[in-house]
């Protein structure tokens, strides 16, 4: 044992222990220990200032009109007081910041009236070999100034790009569509203005590439073709610079959902030798079209629309109502159609037969809306140029789709949901025909309403917003009272009716009634955000009355405490490229006797 613990002793033994003496420091004399500057803290901050080179006041350039902060040279961001992005902002303007290290930063709260922004720098830097580490504060005075983007807008004439969307129709259903299209994707952001024509829109913008931008839109949702166009308007010979307006003439095409065409001979041989009098049933950045008759359906781009232009024979004006006498399937089907043999009755009481693609949608008593071409008075050369063979090949009628009869449950639906409008300025030209163009826009609006109500795919591209001025469950309610189908009505026939007395028979209106189109739910409708101050304190009062008896009590000595409650609300959309999680947060401040929101 002695052997083995002689070493470990001697290893101790010869391990010494440095003692440093304290030495005096040369500026106060304490005694300190030893460092390379031979002073102590308090001298060293005294004598050597590590935030020297940093400017303690700076300017930040605001706009007050558009609340935006200018990040030099000349891009303009938006910021909230104390936020990430402003103390970033803050940062950058900064001189001499990178001859330290920067340790922290953060905001000291000021008015949001004083025009003063104050951020807390805490740095290090090393000094006589050692680090030093410091706080100071940095004075950033708020400066308003207007950005060039709203001194454009709040002069007159001072856009740069110009878009003149034009339909040659005599209604305005396409338009209607793309507005709402145009809402769901905020391609209107940019716009300075919307000036309504009386065949179109136009659009303008501050910046040319901001017109290219929403051209590009628009050549995703429609087919058209454009033309750019450009003036000037002012130049400088000294540094040779110009400036242009450009203005992009946009025509659509001059074909709407649910019109009957008449293909030229050249594009349905194209096309794989497709009937030339086809439906359009849906259109895109293509023209989707379909034969009735035996379900072959084409694709008709912008690009070859214009090769070999076409109008359409009839319009949804045009369209009649024809009773279903009979509907017999005739076996070929594609998706949600399906061919019948059709007879339908006309107002004149004549019977017709025809072939429809809406064999799953008619039974015999059902209301049909669609053309009767046999009576009507067309003028079109495509089809003044068909051959014998095609000209057998037109149908009588041609059905569009089934017609549900306006209820007081439908228009009490309706009141519950509604769509988005875009803020236009009727043009000076068209001043005149504003009466004219209101009455044929509230024609076009209804009739586009009935198309979303009755069919769920329409409703898919759209945004439908609930009602403000309803609550959910009243907006619930009356959705729910239109998808109910109505009550079947029973009465009982007499002896000279034709029947047996005390015979009961349905009636004729209650059993038509039966059967509803998948109307709008509740699931289907996005809340918009209202923010009002008595809506605002009622929530946060009852929200503190239900809380009152699980809030913990106040601390001694403080008279306030604060009380937080959540309440989840269920989602307002259930389609799959816009799904919503609203989440209620209600916060009250106040003191133990009484709530103040």
């Not at 020297?52 to 909230?80: D, F, K």
């Not at 242009?244 to 008449?262: A, G, H, M, Q, T």
């Amino acid at each position: 044992e002695i052997t083995q613990q002689a070493p470990r002793k001697m290893a101790q033994q010869q391990a010494p222990t440095l003692h440093y003496s304290n030495i005096i420091c040369c500026q106060c004399g304490v005694s300190i220990p030893p460092n390379p500057s031979n002073m102590c803290v308090n001298c060293l901050r005294t004598r050597i200032d590590i935030t020297e080179g940093i400017s303690r006041q700076n300017v930040l350039q605001y706009c007050r009109t558009c609340e935006r902060y200018l990040q030099p040279p000349n891009a303009w961001m938006s910021c909230q007081l104390e936020s990430k992005e402003l103390l970033a902002l803050c940062l950058k303007r900064l001189k001499g910041l990178n001859k330290v290290r920067l340790v922290d930063a953060k905001f000291v709260w000021t008015e949001p009236h004083s025009r003063r922004v104050i951020v807390k720098l805490t740095v290090q830097k090393e000094a006589f070999g050692a680090i030093m580490q410091q706080e100071f504060d940095v004075v950033f005075v708020v400066r308003g100034i207007v950005c060039d983007m709203c001194q454009r807008e709040s002069a007159k004439d001072t856009w740069n790009a110009c878009i003149q969307l034009r339909q040659k129709v005599d209604h305005k259903r396409t338009f209607l569509h793309l507005e709402q299209l145009i809402l769901k994707h905020h391609a209107h952001a940019d716009t300075l203005k919307i000036s309504e024509q009386t065949d179109g829109l136009d659009f303008f913008f501050s910046q040319r590439n901001h017109a290219i931008k929403f051209g590009q839109f628009l050549q995703d949702v429609v087919p058209l073709r454009s033309k750019e166009a450009e003036r000037l308007f002012s130049s400088d010979c000294h540094n040779n610079t110009f400036n242009y307006k450009y203005s992009f003439s946009v025509e659509l095409v001059p074909i709407c959902r649910n019109d009957l065409v008449c293909l030229p001979p050249r594009l349905a041989a194209q096309l794989g030798n497709i009937a030339p009098v086809c439906l359009c049933w849906k259109v895109t950045k293509s023209l989707h079209l379909i034969d009735p008759q035996t379900l072959r359906y084409a694709d008709v781009p912008a690009a070859l629309y214009w090769r070999f232009p076409f109008n359409s024979l009839m319009n949804a004006d045009q369209l009649q109502q024809f009773t279903v006498v009979q509907c017999d399937p005739a076996g070929i089907q594609w998706g949600k159609w399906l061919v019948a043999d059709v007879q339908v009755m006309t107002r004149d009481n004549r019977v017709v037969h025809c072939r429809s693609h809406l064999g799953r949608l008619l039974k015999a008593g059902d209301t049909v809306l669609g053309y009767d071409v046999s009576n009507a008075n067309l003028n079109d050369q495509n089809l003044a140029a068909l051959s014998d063979l095609h000209t057998g090949r037109i149908p009588d009628v041609v059905l569009v789709r089934k017609f549900y009869p306006m209820t007081v449950a439908r228009r009490k639906a309706r009141e519950a949901w509604k769509l988005g409008t875009l803020d236009k300025q009727t043009a000076d030209e068209a001043a005149p025909k504003a009466r004219i163009m209101e009455e044929r826009k509230n024609r076009d609006m209804e009739e586009l309403m009935r198309e979303v109500e009755e069919d769920p795919e329409l409703r898919q591209e759209l945004v439908l917003h609930m009602n403000p001025s309803l609550t959910p469950e009243a907006a619930a309610a009356a959705l729910a009272a239109a998808a109910a189908p109505a009550p079947r009505v029973r009465r009982v026939r007499t002896e000279e009716e034709g029947g047996e007395d005390g015979e009961d028979d349905d009636d004729e209106e209650g059993a038509a009634g039966e059967e509803l189109p998948a109307m709008i739910q509740l699931s289907e409708l996005v809340d918009d955000l209202r923010i009002s101050a008595a809506a605002t304190a009622a929530a946060a009062a009852a929200a503190a009355a239900a809380t009152a008896t699980a809030t913990e009590p106040a601390e001694e000595g403080r008279g306030r405490r604060v009380t937080t409650t959540w309440t989840p609300s269920p989602p307002r959309c259930s389609s799959p490229d816009r799904r919503f999680t609203c989440l209620r947060f209600h916060f009250s401040l106040g003191s133990p006797n009484k709530a103040v929101a």
